[in-house]
């Protein structure tokens, strides 16, 4: 299990990966530890710097993904905006919703065939 | 002054974090100059940085307006210590041609400490360059005297 595992087009031993964790993980400390510590705690110079404004709390400046998207949604508000309203979170309506779809391919299929 | 003790600052570079106030951009101009090919402050290094967490000096032009308030005692806090504050401009400095005005809350050093005054309307990057000597001076004194401190 320990090993050293031949792929083909390199080699993984479980070992060495354990090891560079290792080495690794002490480099990282080290330098961690190497940065400034002098800086006064529980004030401003703990806070990030954004242009000097307070610091929003973490609600209201939260990004969620579809934040992302806001282009691509604004573009397509023509499509998108009867589609929201479609969805009311009513069961009654979306079983409504697949009667009328289900007869109207059902007609569908019946004309055609 | 001793051109070795001013050698001796030379070693180390000096981050300066510029912040405007409410400045009419003259001042702000100058300071620019003072970074172009005829005056080079870079090869001193002396530069401008991005936020007031990477500096050691904060250059502050124009009046403090009452919008500015806060954010400039924000950034003041928000610079690691030892620092040392530079007023660029005649109008951070008295207040200028804003003195009393409604929206001003006065000059910079009615908000936070201030070091060394560079007046002028505006000044010349000569006099923005000397202030900025004198600043690192201080600064390099308020240095060594942090690690005495530190030591005793």
Redesign the interface.
Known sequence: MLGLLETGSGFWSAIIWVLLVLVIGSMVIYIRNKG?D???KN???D?P?I????EENKESSHLSANHIYWGFTEALKGYYNPLIKIHTGNINDYSGWIIVITVIILIMVGVSG | MDKVKLNKYFERSLWVFHLNTGSCNGCDIEIVAGLTPRYDLERFGIKLVGSPKHADVLLVTGPVTSKMLDRVKRVYEQTPDPKAVIVVGACGTSGGVFYNSYNISGSVDKVIPVDVYVPGCPPRPEAIINGVLQAWIKLENLRESMKTAQAK
């Open positions: 400034e002098s800086y006064k004030t401003e110079q806070k710097f242009s000097g404004n307070p």
